[in-house]
């Protein structure tokens, strides 16, 4: 995902996952693709920004704290984190936060935002 996430007023909660690749890869790419697609329809989802170079990071948006635990519980997002710890993440960190405040600029080319 390549676009800045466009969010409500605060305040909601960000899901930041901070990781380290393994150096299995087989089928992540795949996986991440299905779980932002899958994340993005439950219920609370707001949006998502990722970024990956020797670390990466993914940081989600959701309505409330209750929304982000639901979604760590869906059961296709429980696969995933298991395939994770196994397979994929050399190490992961996960800190949920409350958003407080937010501002920014947007580029006039982008549309409003």
């Known amino acids: ?5 466009e969010t409500p007023e605060p305040p909601y909660t960000a899901v930041i996952f901070t ?5 299995d890869h087989d089928g992540y790419s795949a996986m991440a693709t299905v779980m932002e697609q899958l ?5 609370g989802y707001l949006g998502i920004e990722s970024a990956r170079e020797q670390i990466g990071i993914t940081v989600s948006y959701w309505r409330s704290a209750a929304d ?3 979604w760590k519980a869906v059961a ?5 984190q298991r395939l994770g710890r196994q ?3 050399q190490a992961y960190r996960i800190r949920v936060a409350t958003v407080e405040r937010e501002y920014g600029h947007a580029d006039p080319s982008e549309g409003s935002g």
Do not use: D, K, V
């Open 1 to 5: 995902m390549s676009s800045i996430a």
């Open 19 to 23: 990781s380290r690749l393994s150096g």
């Open 39 to 43: 994340a993005a329809t439950q219920p």
């Open 68 to 70: 982000a635990r639901a």
């Open 76 to 80: 296709e997002h429980q696969i995933a």
């Open 87 to 89: 397979r994929w993440y």
